[in-house]
């Protein structure tokens, strides 16, 4: 195997702990959870983009065809787990809205969001993308333990604690390639940070957007008004952010590919966790 194949010292995957079938759903209380729009609206939108993995699965594939150990970590944990996440939040979305036509949402959400994932999305260097990806995972563990924490239902609650627990192993995950694909590239801190940077301005919510568009369509069809509802949304949205959301976590996350020393990543921490409160919850 050669030195770009090689992803040595991979922490020891472990089996999903979880399955969808195995879930408690005898423990939903749907009465808690049925009238609320914005938690309707926050796991439909999680369970279209979560079960669409596979188009992201096919681009990262050809990023890095030239290191199978992690084409078949991709392949055989991450997007499964990924798709899990999907599976479960639809099986979630039917018990609890079972008006609301799924299948013919998604289909029409797929058609839309396909021309979204494209190869031109990823970092140029393999380092890079690994550090995006960090970025990623760091934003997807934040939402789901802003998810947990917010929701009155104890079901949602389980689902959301199981996917989180996998999306900071996913992060994990990521991070330790990042390491091995950093010092194979020889990646000054000031391209680590850029990319960083980069994937951070990209959540601008573009694609959290197109979801909405599509649940609201199949949601409520006569309405229209889709960007009026979507300003509601956000508001409402804001409220949760400011008091669940974990803003340290999720900047200690986004700085530690940064390697930064330890007196500067506590300071940089303690600066940074305010303005991103401010930031995301503006
Ligand atoms: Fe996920
Ligand atoms: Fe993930």
Known sequence: MSETNALPELPPTRPTSWSVDRLPWDDLRRDTIAADEMLFYMVATASFVEITTDLYTRNLIDHYRDNPPLVDWLVHHWQPEEMQHGVALRRYVKAVWPEFPWPKAYASFLADYATLCNEAALEPTRGGEMAAR?????????????????????????????????????????????????????????????????????????????????????????????????????????????????????????????????????????????????????
């Open 134 to 282: 960090c970025i990623v995972e760091t934003g997807t563990s934040s939402y789901y333990t802003m998810l947990r924490d917010v929701s009155p239902e104890p079901l949602l609650r389980t689902i959301a604690g199981h996917i989180r627990n996998d999306e900071i192993g996913h992060y994990k995950y990521f991070y330790h390639a990042f390491l091995h694909y950093a010092r194979l590239e020889k990646m000054p801190r000031r391209q680590t940070a850029r990319a960083l940077w980069r994937r951070i301005r990209e959540a601008n919510g573009e694609d959290a957007y197109v979801a909405f568009r599509h649940v609201h369509a199949f949601h409520a069809p006569d309405r229209g008004r889709v960007k009026e509802d979507y300003r509601l949304f956000r508001r409402r949205l804001r409220d949760a952010l400011h008091r669940h959301f974990p803003f340290e976590m999720a900047v200690r996350m986004s700085l530690k590919p940064l390697d930064l020393p330890p007196w500067a990543e506590r300071v940089s921490t303690g600066v940074l966790t305010p303005v991103a409160r401010r930031f995301v919850s503006s």
